[in-house]
Each structure stands twice: as structure tokens, then as C-alpha cells.
């Protein structure tokens, strides 16, 4: 792959959107291969994905300006239609995914990391949409994604004036759940993964699945999910395992993923 870097650390990959000389912008190359690095993880081995950018200026500065500059309709539909299904495909991957937002998250790059299930930052973090600065809308799924985040005024207000907001405010508003010092920004990161995949593979998808699902439902759907996923852990080895060691007042060195 030409902009995407991949590798592991034990059970979790780290996914690197390398296209430095134009700020980690995504084109329809970089999408491309961002998505046959997702269909390409093993769930067997990868407990976790840290998913973030090259360098120290910008984790994605939005998508390529030059490429859709002259887009028709029908083509920027299918550019957006492509960044969404990526995206949502990210979103609803597995194993949880990390954003480690190393500077600009501007447009696509808010976008992107907003289909992650957490998002840290550098203290150099900025985020935003400027799209009606372009004369577009966002295009990536920034219209739902961020006001389901943060609440719809304050999407309403980052969108209509295409204001970009720092790390701080970010924090404030819910949108990261923690600022670092640029050079701890990836070995937080891997400290946040590493706790997540000391647990239970299997239980924490299937938290990730009751969430992702739940919060599109009425309450009492969402419950109904709820007690179906609870139930089937039931089925797994990793349950009995837990259990056990539980009641053994012990503690297990590492689930099995069964």
C-alpha cells in the first residue's frame, strides 16, 4: 500500500494514514486502501486498532480538495457514498478502534475519527467542518456522527460557521476523551489499548455491538438487545474461564478469545 501503514504489537494494530506532502488528505486512493487494510485485520490475533495519522502536524486535514474540485454531481455523490461506506464499515468493525488524533482532524479527518469508538488527542489537535466554507456540506457522515457526539447545537454551531475548535474545547465538549503532550500521544494510546485488550475479546465486541445498536432503537429495543448479547456470552469459553477465576479469587493471565 502506497499511504497506508500497518502493524501489530502483540493484539493490536496500528493503522497509519501516511500522506504527509497534502496533510494525510483523503482521495480515493487513501480510501481505498483504508478499507483493504480494515478487511485485512485478523480478529483471531487483533484485540484493538489505534488508527492515526503520519507526522506531527495532522492526523487528516480533510478530503482532497483537488480532487473533487471539479466533481459532477453524480461523482461527488459516489466520493461520498465511498467515504460513508468506509467509515461505517470502520465504525462497526469488531474490535474497538482508537483514534489517536495527532493534530488536525479537520472535515473528513473529523469525520473519520468520529466513526472511531474513542478518540484521544495531542494538545496540537484541531477539529472541525469547514465544508460551507467550499460550498458543500460534509460529506462523510460529519452531519450525524458529530451531533450524536456532542449535541446538536453545538454540531449546529461547528457546522453553520465552519469554526474549528482545539484540544481543550474537544475535551470539554465530549468529542476526546483525553489531551496528551504530542510524543505521549501514541504510547497513551497503546497503554489505553492494551487495558482494553486485557479483557475479554468476545464480552467487549459485544459491548461494542449493544452500544452501536442500542442507541438507534427506542429504550425498550435497545434493552431487548442488551439481554440477547448478554446471553450469549454464556456460550463462550472466555465466560467460564472468568468466572472461575473469580470465584478461585485468581486472576486470568490472558482470555483465549473462545
Known amino acids: ?33 483504508l478499507d483493504g487494510v ?6 483471531d490475533t487483533i484485540r484493538v486498532v489505534i488508527l492515526t495519522g503520519a507526522g506531527t502536524k495532522s492526523f487528516v486535514a480533510g478530503a482532497d480538495i483537488a ?5 459532477s454531481h453524480a461523482e461527488g455523490k459516489r466520493f461520498s ?5 468506509v467509515f461505517r464499515k470502520l465504525e462497526l468493525f469488531p474490535a474497538p478502534v482508537i483514534a489517536a488524533v495527532n493534530g488536525y482532524a479537520l ?6 475519527a468520529l466513526s472511531c469508538d474513542i ?9 472541525g467542518q469547514p465544508e460551507v466554507t467550499l460550498g458543500i456540506t460534509p460529506g462523510f457522515g460529519g452531519t450525524q456522527r458529530l ?12 457546522i453553520y460557521t465552519a469554526k474549528p475548535i482545539k484540544a481543550d474545547e474537544a475535551y470539554r465538549l465530549g468529542l476526546v476523551n483525553a489531551v496528551y503532550p504530542q510524543a505521549e500521544l501514541i504510547p497513551e494510546a497503546i497503554k489505553l489499548a492494551e487495558k482494553i485488550a486485557h479483557n475479554a475479546p468476545i464480552a467487549v465486541r459485544a459491548c ?29 469459553a472466555d465466560q467460564v474461564a472468568g468466572m472461575e477465576a473469580f470465584l478461585a479469587k485468581k486472576k486470568i493471565d490472558k482470555f483465549q478469545n473462545k
Not at 500500500?1 to 497534502?22: C, L, N, S, V
Not at 480532487?67 to 466533481?71: D, I, K, Q, S
Request: aromatic letters at 6%.
Open 1 to 33: 500500500m502506497q499511504f497506508i501503514k500497518y502493524e501489530t504489537h502483540d493484539a493490536i494494530g496500528i493503522i497509519t494514514i501516511d500522506r504527509q506532502e497534502a496533510l494525510n488528505a483523503l482521495n480515493t486512493d487513501v480510501l481505498n486502501e
Open 38 to 43: 480494515i478487511n485485512s485485520i485478523d480478529l
Open 67 to 71: 480532487e473533487m474540485c471539479h466533481l
Open 81 to 85: 457514498h465511498k467515504g460513508l461506506r
Open 107 to 112: 472535515g473528513g479527518g473529523c469525520e473519520l
Open 119 to 127: 478518540r484521544i488527542c495531542s494538545e496540537n489537535a484541531m477539529f
Open 147 to 158: 451531533a450524536r457526539t456532542i449535541g446538536v447545537g453545538k454540531a449546529k454551531e461547528m
Open 208 to 236: 461494542k455491538e449493544a452500544i452501536n445498536y442500542g442507541l438507534q432503537v427506542d429504550i425498550d429495543s435497545s434493552l431487548r438487545i442488551e439481554g440477547n448479547i448478554f446471553g450469549s456470552c454464556f456460550e463462550t
